[in-house]
């Protein structure tokens, strides 16, 4: 006899432990299946930030915006220690491509779009404060802007999301490769699930089998039998960077010589700067920062910080993947700044689901997500009893 769950799901990013916390806390029998380590993957590689994304208001994305930002809300009270506001400047120059008026517009729908709690209100710095910035450069500076989002520690946060699952029951198994699934065929057949753990070979069978495997969905979905159809998508990379000396202030929003946002965050005593985006193929595992990443971050710190220069020595670097649609998806080459960051949740047949697929996403909302996830797999999985709202579940 094998072994019987409810929900398997492939990958301990956010993802799965979030839909992994949200299936046992409806008193579902979870397995999480993780080849490396929790958070391995662009879970611990993201620029850390629990936040509304105020630049997502400028391609349109009103309603990801208010999500994010009520989910932002439900973390603050949840996970005080692991979620933590800030403040954060946006410096105006001549050259920049926002100006104040605009900056002016759309914090204030940030700021309706948040409540009008007090952890959206914005103001004008004015410029008698504008020396104690962190060595901001102040020559011709127009204006800068101060507003508050949340920060994190993207890892812990994930583990400390898993932790809640397993006190509810939830297992997990690492290091466990997911090697090949055969889907039931019928409403009413299990799907048979083949992993590698510890080395050692195991089957077990699972109502549903959930793919967050973020940007290996792909290689998941390429090892179930029958294939499920996919989404196009492309995996773009993120750089970030390391360099020493802290900030005290906040986290700043700048615009790179190309116009991308970069953040110029503190982070465990230094200086977190990140980040960049190139369309990236290959295995998601051999993803590593390029040297032209390290440069163009540099010259956007030396741009706005001239006291740190250019040639910083780089404590450490890290690069994450994103899984975005691909510009094919969305009608023709759509640049990657203003593509849709909605999660998308796939399933491989709507009448008789099998296998759901996670695709893009957000750290911020990943609450959201996996109970969103729950209601697409409500009428499919057994209804056992209740253990928890994850509305209200502490993480620590
Ligand atoms: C550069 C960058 C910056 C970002 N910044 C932010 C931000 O500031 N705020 C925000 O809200 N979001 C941000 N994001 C988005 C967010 O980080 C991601 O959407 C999220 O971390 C994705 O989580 P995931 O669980 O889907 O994937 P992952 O975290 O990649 O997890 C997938 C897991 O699946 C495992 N896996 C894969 N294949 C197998 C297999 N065959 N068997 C077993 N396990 C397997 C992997 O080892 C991995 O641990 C950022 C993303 C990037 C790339």
């Known amino acids: 006899m094998v072994e019987h769950y409810d929900l398997v799901i492939i990958g301990s990013g956010i993802h799965g432990v979030g839909i992994a916390q949200a299936a046992a806390a409806r008193g579902l029998s979870v397995m999480v299946l993780e080849q490396t380590g929790i ?3 662009s879970s611990s590689r993201s620029s850390k930030l629990i936040h509304g994304g105020l630049r997502y208001l400028e391609s349109g994305q009103l309603s990801l915006v208010r999500e994010c930002l009520q989910e932002r809300a439900i973390l603050l009270k949840l996970a005080p220690q692991l979620v933590e506001i800030k403040s954060f400047y946006i410096p105006v120059y ?8 605009r900056l002016h517009v759309g914090l204030s729908l940030y700021a309706l779009l948040g409540g009008m709690q007090p952890e959206v209100r914005f103001s004008r710095v004015p410029s008698s404060r504008w020396q104690d910035l962190d060595g901001l450069d102040t020559e011709h500076l127009d204006a800068v802007f101060q507003y508050q989002d949340a920060q994190t520690d993207d890892a812990a946060l994930t583990r400390a ?3 809640s699952a397993q006190q509810m029951g939830a297992q997990l198994r690492v290091p ?3 090697i090949g699934a055969r889907m039931g065929q019928n409403g009413d057949r299990d799907s048979i699930i083949e992993y590698r753990h510890n080395g050692i070979d195991e089957t077990c069978s699972a109502t549903v089998l959930v793919n967050a495997a973020g940007p290996w969905v792909s290689q998941v979905l390429s090892r179930i039998h029958p294939t499920p159809t996919q989404l196009g998508i492309e995996l773009v990379q993120g750089t970030h960077i390391t360099v020493p000396g802290t900030i005290t202030q906040g986290i700043y929003y700048v615009e790179a010589e190309d116009k991308r946002a970069v953040f110029v965050m503190p982070w465990q005593g230094n200086t977190l700067i990140g980040t960049t985006e190139s369309v990236y193929h290959g295995d998601p595992a051999g993803v590593r920062p390029l040297p032209q990443e390290r440069a163009y971050l540099l010259r956007t710190l030396a741009r706005y910080f001239p006291s740190r220069g250019s040639d910083q020595k780089v404590l450490s670097e890290m690069a994450g993947l994103r899984v975005l649609p691909s510009s ?3 009608g023709g080459a759509v640049s990657v700044n203003t593509r ?3 999660t998308l949740l796939h399933l491989d047949n709507e009448g008789h689901p099998r296998v759901l697929t996670v ?3 957000k750290l911020t909302t990943y609450r959201l997500t996996a109970e969103r996830v729950m209601a697409r ?3 499919i999985l057994p209804v056992r009893q209740v253990i928890a709202d994850t509305r209200y579940l502490k993480l620590d």
């Open 39 to 41: 958070a391995s993957g």
């Open 94 to 101: 001549p050259d920049t491509s926002r100006r104040p008026w």
């Open 161 to 163: 999301v898993m932790s």
């Open 176 to 178: 466990a490769t997911f």
């Open 328 to 330: 094919r998806s969305e």
């Open 340 to 342: 849709s960051r909605e």
């Open 359 to 361: 695709y893009g996403g």
């Open 377 to 379: 797999l409500a009428w």
